[in-house]
């Protein structure tokens, strides 16, 4: 049986009394941290622009956009827009090690238009959500971080896959029509990096996770209604991993499936950037902690990490807030003098700070040597020099908020009530506990009632 076959056996087979209890939660804490992503976006200008796009002609469906009480829209219209929302501010969660995929962004708006389209149970939609993050996170990993080398933005191209691992799993396809939809999802992959050296059009970025989330349920709708797509689509020649990635594992894709649990693999953002720039946030914000120094003090930062930090997020003088929150040396010197946390810290003011810019500029990236030999690192050595002549120097190999260190559900719900304030503390409380509760859920559809 071909690896595509496998995964999509697993997937639609998949049932929730085999879900260990550590699996469900941490899904519920990556579904609370990505419906808050979601909401805190809802009104950004780029956001607004989408959103309009998906009423305009998604109207007459079942499914919602998430923070917009009472609007409800056709099904892969509101995976296109939540998708989008939940990027929409470097808000969301990822996989460490890095594979170039993001749970809550593609499978979350995938899993809740479907499932509310069609009825679904709280059960059902934390089944498919597993599903979806077991086949997507091992495509990714099998991709060994190299899509984006190639100029690819990985999430548009593995999200499909996944999305339409969920939504088919919701639609109750049976193996078959499963790997037919992720052979019509791997044609819908997409999204590229010029925006990295363009130093323009960041917007796009926000879009390839929607469109990712929406083609995952066109390929899982089409093929529940007969629509076929190669079933070697992975492994295969001009397949998924030939095309999209440099001597891809495929013995990743199915290792130890059903035994070990990629969903434990999720990692949380506690700033609203880029993944790369959490450990050398937290890595300064540490430093300053023991030693009180301010912005205005540093004379230069040297951080050291892995081969795409240097080649995809040097970017000292960011033009817009997305690039902003890709920069490192912007995110980094932003810390210092913003609260981080905050993702209003993120706007066109800062960009304009002398400040901030100023410090942006001293911040040098270097490649760290012994990360070339660490597969998806995300960990930095950050040394700081001061006008004193002290230098300070502070490793965080593995940040808060990564597996080795999760948010707890505490920390994931302060998140989501801080980010969902503009619904009001009530409704925001109430999605709250009722996400914890999700599994009682008789139709996914009552939670934003």
């Not at 059960?123 to 498919?128: D, G």
């Not at 808060?400 to 925001?428: D, N, Y």
């Amino acid at each position: 049986m071909s690896d595509t076959k496998i995964l999509a056996a697993y997937a639609a087979g998949l049932s929730y009394s085999e879900i260990p209890a550590p699996v469900i939660e941490r899904m519920k804490d990556c579904l609370l941290d990505s419906l808050g992503a979601a909401i805190y976006g809802v009104g950004l200008p780029w956001s607004v622009i989408l959103v309009d796009y998906v009423r305009r002609y998604g109207r007459g469906g079942k499914s919602s956009i998430f923070g917009r009480r009472y609007q409800k829209v056709q099904a892969p219209l509101a995976a296109l827009a939540n998708g989008a929302l939940t990027h929409s501010f470097e808000l969301d969660n990822v996989r460490q090690p890095g594979a170039g995929v993001h749970a809550g962004a593609t499978l979350v708006p995938a899993g809740f238009a479907v499932a509310e389209e069609f009825g679904a149970s709280g059960m059902e939609l934390l089944t498919a959500l597993v599903a979806g993050c077991e086949v997507m996170f091992r495509i990714g990993h099998a991709c060994r971080e190299t899509s984006e080398k190639l100029g690819f933005h990985a999430p548009g191209l593995t999200g499909p896959l996944g999305a339409a691992a969920t939504a088919g799993r919701i639609m109750r396809l049976n193996a078959d029509q499963m790997a037919h939809a992720f052979g019509i999802a791997a044609s819908l992959a997409s999204g590229i990096l010029a925006f990295v050296k363009s130093g323009s059009g960041g917007m796009v970025k926000r879009l390839h996770l929607g469109r990712a989330s929406e083609g995952g349920v066109l390929a899982a709708s089409l093929a529940r209604e007969g629509f076929t797509g190669p079933q070697t689509v992975l492994e295969g020649q001009f397949g998924f991993l030939q095309v999209f990635s440099r001597e891809p594992d495929l013995a990743r894709l199915t290792r130890a499936l059903g035994e070990e649990y990629e969903v434990m693999n999720i990692c949380m953002k506690r700033f609203p950037c880029h993944i790369f720039a959490q450990a050398p946030i937290q890595a300064v914000q540490e430093l300053r902690a023991e030693h009180s120094f301010s912005g205005a003090e540093v004379t230069e930062i040297t951080i050291a990490g892995a081969e795409k930090l240097v080649t995809h997020h040097d970017i000292p003088e960011p033009n817009d807030v997305m690039m902003a929150q890709y920069s490192v040396p912007f995110s980094v010197a932003l810390s210092l003098y913003q609260d981080p946390k905050d993702p209003r810290s993120f706007s066109e003011a800062s960009l304009k700070d002398a400040e901030i810019l100023s410090l942006s500029r001293k911040v040098r990236l270097i490649l760290d040597t012994a990360s070339r030999q660490t597969e998806g690192y995300l960990g930095a050595q950050v040394t700081v020099r001061l006008s004193n002549g002290q230098e300070l120097f502070r490793e965080v190999k593995t940040f808060k908020g990564s597996p080795a260190h999760p948010l707890s559900r505490a920390e994931v719900s302060e998140k989501f009530l801080a980010l969902s304030g503009g619904m009001g503390a009530q409704v925001a409380e109430r999605i709250l506990r009722r996400v914890e509760n999700l599994a009682a859920e008789k139709n996914v559809a009552d939670l934003f009632a």
